[in-house]
């Protein structure tokens, strides 16, 4: 996956800066301006964008501080935290782009210089399944639409081009928060009826077959009762396809949750991410109360 999604894996992470300057920025403007009422829209923009970097960090810092940490072999359904090394999935190795060398997941900016700025030339994102192996078992992780810390970070420039690249490598200790599903095993969720519409449509493309394995009569045309036992036939090979689904281990995946949790990886230990995320709370928190006591003291004025 390639172009503008490419910033959406460190979107949080980024935004802090991004945020931090854009408050320096409202405070130019405002400079600028020079007036009392650019000074009150200044402030009041800058408490209202740290008033929601600091709710989004507050509610990443609780949600990881929070979230008890599951073993995969036990890991219930739904929302988990789990811990554990970085692994290949098997077939075809994922290879960065840039480097060239064998990761799990990637993410990379080419830029080019020109009067002194720099402006985007291409950057992509890799959003292959990798997984995560914490000692009772594997699990998948799909990192569509997760925010993605880590601290690999390469960059190179030749010339007026630079080259940025973040990657998650094999072997490494992996912090993974987000949805829990079990594709197949005991729990899959299976549709007898749906199965059995989907192979009589099946047998019904291909006339001949069908002819020869239910045309008892040999006129060339399944009647009623022949049809009756195509159908009862169908219903015992979906039973049975789907006992020894239920009898296979299932496939443990970890995917972005619904409702707007947080979907996080990364390649630093919890209470690293602790810390974090409780520093920009913290700091958009400090944010606030200064843009607010200023806009005080501009009413009181």
């Not at 912090?175 to 192979?199: C, F, Q, S, W």
Request: contains cysteine; aromatic residues 10%.
């Amino acid at each position: 996956m390639f172009g503008s999604g490419s910033f959406a894996g460190q979107r949080h992470d980024y935004a802090n800066f991004i945020l931090s300057g854009g408050n320096f920025a409202l405070l130019l403007l405002g400079f600028q301006i020079g007036t009392s009422t650019g000074w009150k829209f200044a402030f009041a923009c800058v408490g209202l964008t740290s008033a929601w970097a600091w709710y989004a960090n507050l509610k990443r810092y609780r949600t990881v501080a929070d979230t008890p940490t599951s073993r995969v072999a036990s890991a219930p359904q739904g929302y988990v935290e789990i811990i554990g090394r970085g692994r290949q999935p098997p077939g075809e190795r994922l290879l960065s782009p840039l480097s060239g060398l064998p990761c799990l997941w990637y993410r990379y900016r080419i830029e080019h210089r020109q009067d002194n700025r720099w402006t985007l030339v291409e950057s992509g994102v890799s959003d292959d399944t990798f997984g995560v192996d914490d000692g009772s078992g594997l699990v998948l992780v799909d990192p569509d639409g997760a925010e993605i810390l880590t601290s690999r970070k390469q960059v190179s420039q030749q010339g007026n081009y630079r080259r940025t690249e973040w990657t998650l490598i094999e072997n490494e200790t992996l912090y993974v928060i987000g949805e829990h599903i079990t594709l197949g095993g005991p729990n899959a969720i299976l549709d007898k009826r749906a199965d059995m519409a989907d192979l009589l449509a099946e047998w019904k493309r291909d006339k001949r077959t069908l002819l020869a394995r239910f045309d008892t009569d040999r006129d060339g045309e399944i009647s009623l009762d022949e049809w009756e036992r195509a159908r009862k036939t169908a219903s015992d090979e979906v039973d049975r396809a789907h006992l020894d689904t239920r009898l296979k281990d299932g496939v443990h995946l970890i995917r972005k949750p619904a409702h707007r949790r947080p979907f996080l990886i990364a390649n630093r230990n919890m209470h690293a991410l602790v810390r974090h995320y409780r520093f920009w709370s913290w700091a958009h928190l400090g944010a606030v109360a200064a843009a607010l006591a200023t806009l005080a003291r501009f009413q009181a004025t």
